[in-house]
């Protein structure tokens, strides 16, 4: 792994905070289906806390192909990073219950993390491309 390649990740990593609102694209058949939910960065990886019967958790369970847009602001700059991946639906009871334990809002949506109207989505991250805020070419790069 270079070392540019190390400092890019980092620099991209470095704008994830433990919440912050995207954009998530979905797909349902041939069209996309997009809109903002909170991503939370917890224990170096990434969820989508969501309700059971929603829209996008039936988009999911045909296609876990998913891309999402964090948008990136630094003083008069705006740039972006894109994520394409996949989303889980995640099953261990374990990790379910520690998300909605580790997530502040989670009791304004859920009764507990047995909710029969929770669902839990790790997002894996493959490739990002990074728009640097202020700059007009994005950077690439596989994860």
Not at 3 to 20: A, C
Not at 57 to 80: A, D, P
Not at 98 to 103: C, D, F, G, S, V
Request: glycine letters at 4%.
């Amino acid at each position: 792994m270079s070392e540019k390649y190390t400092d890019l990740k980092g620099e991209v990593w470095s704008y994830f905070q433990d919440m912050q609102h995207i954009f998530l694209a979905t797909a349902e058949r041939n069209q996309p289906r997009v809109r903002p939910v909170t991503l939370v960065h917890f224990n170096d990886r990434f969820w989508v806390t969501t309700g059971t019967n929603n829209a996008k958790i039936k988009q999911i369970r045909k296609n876990k192909n998913i891309e999402f847009c964090l948008l990136l602001t630094t003083g008069e700059h705006t740039g972006y990073i894109r994520g394409a991946g996949e989303a889980i639906i995640v099953q261990d009871k374990e990790t379910i219950e520690l998300l909605a334990n580790n997530t502040p809002f989670f009791k304004d949506f859920w009764v507990d993390a047995d909710d029969p109207n929770y669902t839990l989505l790790e997002i894996i991250i493959e490739n990002v491309e990074y728009l640097k805020p202020g700059e007009f070419k994005a950077e690439n790069l596989s994860v």
